[in-house]
């Protein structure tokens, strides 16, 4: 069963408005959460990353949300813009120094509309 | 700054042949990495390394060998390709987490199709 989960396989947007991708998971023990963003032919690149301490992190148009007690993280793009078309992996983990303890989601396809 | 280079970009296998997928990192990472990437099952680890010749298993390994003779190169090999490794590979690397360094840097990758 996946510990990671984006039930979401993708969305679509209008350019400008905000997009939100969520991120449920089921381990208790996930104390750090990372966002990459993948463009196609490309490897993925990191995003953003938030830890369980916080329930909000922020870099520019990007926001990440965390709620513990539901177990679900959300990244928020605001406005968003066509080249944010991407699919983007929601990541946690517990205690780590590598990335063998990183679980990934499935990741979610995000379609931005001029 | 090359970062994490993948070699070859594409391949076609036939059943039962073998290959081996290059990564070559410039960053002097200590850690590296060997994923596949399927539809709708994210990024899984086949194999990790945590320095130059040691080599450790993940999630989906079998099938796969690695090796890491060089710090800066780690190799991903198939002895007898199947149908079911057919994927996107992504190799990368990383320095030990220390404070907020959390980042991986990923390769390109390389689309195998096994026919």
């Known amino acids: 069963d996946q510990q990671v989960k984006q039930n979401s396989p993708s969305l679509s947007v209008q350019e400008g408005r905000i997009s939100i991708l969520n991120c449920d998971y089921t381990?208790?023990?996930?104390?750090?959460f990372l966002w990459y963003k993948k463009y196609p032919a490309e490897g993925p690149t990191f995003l953003i990353s938030?830890?369980?301490?916080?329930d909000k992190n922020e870099d520019g148009r990007f926001t990440v949300f965390l709620n513990k007690s539901a177990k679900h993280l959300s990244l928020h793009i605001v406005p968003s813009q066509p080249g944010d078309s991407a699919v983007y992996f929601c990541?946690?983990?517990?205690?780590?120094?590598?990335?063998?303890?990183?679980?990934f989601g499935p990741g979610t396809s995000l379609s931005v509309i001029p | 700054n090359a970062g994490v280079t993948q070699t070859p970009k594409f391949r076609v296998l036939k059943t039962g042949q073998s290959m081996t997928l290059l990564c070559a990192q410039d960053?002097?990472?200590?850690?590296m990495y060997w994923y596949r990437q399927d539809p709708g099952m994210g990024l899984r680890l086949i194999h990790y390394?945590?320095?130059?010749?040691?080599?450790a298993k993940g999630e989906v390994p079998d099938g796969y060998n690695v090796s890491r003779l060089k710090k800066q190169n780690f190799l991903l090999g198939l002895e007898s390709a199947a149908p079911s490794q057919t994927s996107v590979y992504f190799c990368?690397?990383?320095?030990?987490?220390?404070?907020?360094?959390?980042?991986?840097?990923f390769g390109q990758g390389t689309r195998l199709t096994v026919v």
């Open positions: 990368a690397s990383s320095y030990p987490r220390q404070g907020a360094n959390t980042e991986a840097f």
């Open positions: 381990n208790s023990m996930f104390d750090y």
């Open positions: 938030i830890s369980s301490i916080k």
């Open positions: 990541a946690a983990s517990g205690a780590w120094t590598s990335y063998d303890k990183v679980i």
């Open positions: 960053m002097n990472h200590e850690y």
């Open positions: 390394s945590v320095g130059e010749g040691t080599t």
